[in-house]
């Protein structure tokens, strides 16, 4: 499992996209840009930003 969690490129912010893989996470952050922050486009750079941040998880829950 993959995740992005926008505050740690936006400050203060608290969303979040996970996902199986990269690109999904990184479709979820763009359409989350597009559709709850109005970006018309998302720049290249933007996205490795992203990406640099797309950390894994893991999906088992933990047994302690």
Do not use: C
């Amino acid at each position: 499992m993959k995740r992005f969690d926008s505050g740690s490129l936006i400050p203060g912010s608290t969303w979040r996209a996970e996902a199986d893989n990269e690109a999904e996470v990184v479709r979820r952050a763009v359409e989350n840009l597009k559709s709850l922050h109005g970006e018309t486009q998302v720049r290249p750079d933007m996205i490795e930003r992203i990406k640099e941040r797309i950390v894994d998880v893991d999906d088992q829950p933990s047994k302690h």
